[in-house]
């Protein structure tokens, strides 16, 4: 019974949320998170919540970007990251779903509106042009993911998100060294 209300509760919230709110995915995620944990009685989750649909999005966000660096791109070197950045990053959101799935967040389908004006900013462009922006872009979002994971990591609510977290840091800097390699190799090319 207690379920079967939670799902009614939740569907309804989703509804509401999704039919009369332009927000984008990210918040409209998070507060779908939200609702169903204060629902079941679990308060203090909006960090965590937030975590996971600003997680999803810069996944969808970078694996998108590959894909099209792996057309636009001139630079091997940009296709050969581009390459890198999908895989983790598909690797990165299997793992987050799962957790998700788990311990009932939400998480964004679409890219968050900030991710999208991103992601039309950089394919706009062309050629060379195409491969500093990606690059420069790249570098720029490594610095905040890298930032939030932290944050997450030491003060996350959900422990099977803060080991998330604290596993993901590893790759994620090796990923910001790559980027700024490969930055200033174009810089100086």
């Given at each position: 019974?207690?379920?079967?209300?939670?799902?009614?509760?939740?569907?309804?919230?989703?509804?509401?949320?999704?039919?009369?709110?332009?927000?984008?995915?990210?918040?409209q995620?998070?507060?779908?998170?939200?609702?169903?944990?204060?629902?079941?009685?679990?308060?203090?989750?909006?960090?965590?919540?937030?975590?996971?649909?600003?997680?999803?999005?810069?996944?969808?966000?970078?694996?998108?970007?590959?894909?099209?660096?792996?057309?636009?791109?001139?630079?091997?070197?940009?296709?050969?990251?581009?390459?890198?950045?999908?895989?983790?990053?598909?690797?990165?959101?299997?793992?987050?779903?799962?957790?998700?799935?788990?311990?009932?967040?939400?998480?964004?389908?679409?890219?968050?509106?900030?991710?999208?004006?991103?992601?039309?900013?950089?394919?706009?462009?062309?050629?060379?042009?195409?491969?500093?922006?990606?690059?420069?872009?790249?570098?720029?979002?490594?610095?905040?993911?890298?930032?939030?994971?932290?944050?997450?990591?030491?003060?996350?609510?959900?422990?099977?998100?803060?080991?998330?977290?604290?596993?993901?840091?590893?790759?994620?800097?090796?990923?910001?060294?790559?980027?700024?390699?490969?930055?200033?190799k174009?810089?100086n090319?």
């Amino acid at each position: 019974m207690k379920k079967t209300v939670l799902t009614v509760l939740s569907a309804t919230a989703l509804f509401f949320t999704t039919a009369c709110s332009p927000d984008d995915s990210i918040e409209q995620a998070t507060e779908q998170s939200v609702q169903q944990f204060e629902a079941a009685g679990v308060e203090g989750m909006r960090n965590d919540a937030l975590f996971v649909a600003e997680a999803a999005s810069a996944s969808l966000l970078e694996m998108q970007l590959g894909e099209a660096a792996l057309d636009a791109a001139v630079s091997p070197e940009v296709r050969e990251l581009a390459q890198e950045m999908m895989q983790a990053n598909q690797q990165m959101l299997n793992e987050l779903q799962q957790i998700a799935s788990q311990s009932n967040f939400v998480l964004p389908t679409t890219l968050g509106s900030r991710h999208h004006d991103i992601y039309q900013e950089i394919t706009a462009k062309t050629g060379i042009a195409f491969d500093l922006a990606y690059v420069n872009r790249l570098s720029d979002e490594q610095e905040e993911i890298i930032e939030r994971y932290e944050d997450i990591a030491e003060n996350g609510q959900a422990m099977e998100l803060k080991q998330y977290a604290s596993k993901q840091l590893p790759l994620l800097r090796r990923h910001q060294q790559l980027v700024e390699e490969l930055e200033e190799k174009i810089k100086n090319a």
